[in-house]
């Protein structure tokens, strides 16, 4: 009958023992949700600019294209301008409580949309006389996201040593 007690008090250490490695378990469910959105916010944010810069290329290769008059090429720039605005309007970007990804819907996708109907129904050279259109989009939508100073305009040149923007011959 010693032993009672001894049996008592490796209990009462299995139980103190088994909170112990219980206790962390709520905690450590609460800790990621409570800090989840900050952390994807931060993620996001650099992804949105990483966008941005393939996003502003495809802009200056998709003008080149229209100015070349290369229907197809300009329509290849449009659809990836249009995957790489996807990604982010996908994305739930929410960047000090304004929503980059419902602006992006609103303003790049939309706009994007008219060009390529213009593209389809009316030709190369009708949608190249709307690229001050897809550029005041830009702008509009970084002033809309808290960045004013990024101004985008139709390039006046875009020199791209590497690639023949003339009309594949068929
Ligand atoms: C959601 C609306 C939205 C649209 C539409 C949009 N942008 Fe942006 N853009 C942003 C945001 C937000 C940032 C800032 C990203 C950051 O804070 O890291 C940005 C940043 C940039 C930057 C700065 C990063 C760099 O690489 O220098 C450039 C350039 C840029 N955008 C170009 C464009 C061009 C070109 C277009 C149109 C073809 C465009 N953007 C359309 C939201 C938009």
């Known amino acids: 009958m010693r032993r009672l007690p001894l049996i008592l008090s490796a209990l009462a250490l299995v139980v103190a023992l088994f909170s112990l490695v219980r206790t962390p378990e709520p905690t450590g469910t609460k800790a990621p949700s409570q800090h989840a959105p900050e952390a994807t916010e931060e993620h996001e944010e650099v992804e949105v600019a990483v966008h941005m810069g393939r996003i502003q290329r495809y802009h200056q290769k998709w003008?080149?294209?229209?100015?070349?008059?290369?229907?197809?090429?300009?329509?290849?720039?449009?659809?990836?301008?249009?995957?790489?605005?996807?990604?982010?309007?996908?994305?739930?970007?929410?960047?000090?409580?304004?929503?980059?990804?419902?602006?992006?819907?609103?303003?790049?996708?939309?706009?994007?949309?008219?060009?390529?109907?213009?593209?389809?129904?009316?030709?190369?050279?009708?949608?190249?006389?709307?690229?001050?259109?897809?550029?005041?989009?830009?702008?509009?939508?970084h002033v809309a996201c808290g960045h004013p100073y990024l101004r985008i305009v139709p390039p006046t040149a875009v020199v791209i040593p590497d690639q023949d923007l003339a009309p594949a011959a068929k």
Not at 103 to 110: D, E, F, I, S, V
Not at 126 to 131: I, S
């Open 63 to 141: 003008w080149a294209a229209g100015h070349a008059g290369n229907a197809e090429l300009a329509g290849f720039y449009l659809h990836e301008m249009e995957e790489a605005m996807e990604e982010i309007a996908l994305a739930r970007v929410v960047d000090e409580g304004i929503d980059i990804s419902a602006h992006m819907r609103t303003y790049g996708l939309a706009t994007l949309e008219g060009l390529e109907k213009k593209l389809k129904e009316e030709g190369v050279a009708a949608m190249h006389a709307d690229a001050g259109l897809l550029a005041n989009t830009c702008t509009t939508c």
